[in-house]
């Protein structure tokens, strides 16, 4: 399935014909079959689907944790088929940036040391005074320019992914990738993670994001679903939420909860 029209955009993302199959035992998984489609700079896009879908093994091949069995794969015009461990940890640093369901932060490391670590590992080699002018001011886009000093025990589930967000973000990757960023969150703070991803997105950052659950979804430009492998729908949110519609949605009804 192709990726619905937008125009006056390139792809950060081309997909022909991607497949991915493992063996399990003598029994053949085909875990993506055949999937084209195109992903646009400034695009927002949820990919949902039920357990066994595709959706994780298509989003580990985007971002260049998995190789295709078969098919092309284009990342910011780069064939992805073929490339060799070190180059594909390369593209990785170079064009991308990964949130997690579970943070997958340091414990025994600040929050600036935490946003740091994707640049120890770039190259060119990033000076030190560099990476701590491009960490704080990672953090201060998020939210958490005074936390820089605190581990992540000192704070909470939202503010451990934002710090996150901000490691995501200090190398200026062309893609954010997100895996059920909201799934540890409480209401409130998943209504606060999705208005700080739009902010991003309406800045320029092209986000695509993995997650079950529809009212989350429901924040992005555009909604794929996966199911056996195939993308059985890809369209254009008409009607997408606004994060700040609804934290004063949210204020309102908890206002009246208090009077009653």
Do not use: W
């Not at 295709?68 to 390369?90: F, H, I, M, W």
């Not at 190259?123 to 990476?131: F, G, I, N, S, T």
């Not at 997105?201 to 924040?219: C, F, P």
């Amino acid at each position: 399935m192709s990726a619905p029209s937008q125009p006056a955009a390139s792809p950060v993302i081309q997909l022909r014909n991607l497949a991915r199959t493992y063996q399990s035992g003598e029994v053949e998984v085909k875990a993506v079959r055949n999937v084209t489609l195109d992903i646009f700079r400034g695009d927002f896009v949820a990919i949902m689907g039920a357990s066994g879908s595709g959706k994780s093994t298509l989003m580990n091949t985007l971002g260049c944790l998995d190789q295709p069995t078969s098919g092309e794969y284009l990342l910011d015009g780069v064939g992805v088929a073929g490339l060799n461990r070190k180059q594909l940890a390369k593209l990785r640093n170079r064009k991308l940036g990964f949130v997690f369901q579970s943070f997958n932060l340091l414990a025994r490391t600040s929050a600036l040391e935490n946003v740091e670590l994707p640049m120890l590992y770039a190259l060119p080699m990033v000076p030190r005074r560099e990476r701590r002018q491009r960490a704080i001011a990672a953090l201060e886009k998020v939210g958490l320019g005074d936390r820089l000093g605190h581990h992540p025990s000192q704070l909470s589930g939202g503010q451990q992914q934002r710090i996150a967000i901000a490691r995501a973000l200090v190398n200026q990757p062309e893609l954010v990738l997100a895996d059920e960023p909201t799934g540890n969150l409480d209401t409130r703070t998943s209504i606060e993670l999705m208005g700080l991803f739009q902010e991003l997105n309406d800045s320029g950052i092209t986000i695509v994001m993995v997650t079950h659950e529809l009212d989350i979804a429901a924040y992005c430009k555009r909604m794929m679903v996966m199911r056996d492998g195939v993308v059985i729908s890809d369209s254009r949110n008409p009607t997408r939420r606004l994060a700040a519609e609804a934290r004063s949605s949210l204020d309102l009804a908890e206002q009246d909860v208090n009077l009653t």
